[in-house]
Nanobody, 121 residues
Framework: QVQLVESGGGLVQAGGSLRLSCAAS????????MGWFRQAPGKEREFVAA????????HYADSVQGRFTISRDNAKNTVYLQMNSLKPEDTAVYYC??????????????WGQGTQVTVSS
């Protein structure tokens, strides 16, 4: 398995930006897609964005399309989520995951511990 550690969360005002990072260790020699998910209080975990191993295939949830950008640096074993024009409804714990690169959380087999993002109005 791959060990994942997220960072970069915090408190930001609406309209602001944050960049989340997810550092991978362990089975980093294998090729795997990466995804970001989020979970707000009282809600189910939802897909945010995914990126293929080579970075050529990207997928975004409709709610973040045009505002968030996923990217990766395989030399650094790190995936990023640039979040711009943040809204209060983006408030959630954000998780990175390694695995299938789909929108379904069940297709990912390694998860980070999560990082809190809070957007104030």
């Amino acid at each position: 398995q791959v060990q994942l550690v997220e960072s970069g969360g915090g408190l930001v005002q609406a309209g602001g930006s944050l960049r989340l990072s997810c550092a991978a260790s362990g089975r980093t020699g294998s090729s795997y897609a990466m995804g970001w998910f989020r979970q707000a209080p009282g809600k189910e975990r939802e897909f945010v964005a995914a990126i293929s191993w080579g970075g050529s295939r990207l997928h975004y949830a409709d709610s973040v399309q045009g505002r968030f950008t996923i990217s990766r640096d395989n030399a650094k074993n790190t995936v990023y989520l640039q979040m711009n024009s943040l809204k209060p409804e983006d408030t959630a714990v954000y998780y990175c995951a390694a695995g299938g690169g789909t929108t379904r959380s069940v297709d990912y087999d390694s998860w980070g511990q999560g990082t809190q993002v809070t957007v104030s109005s």
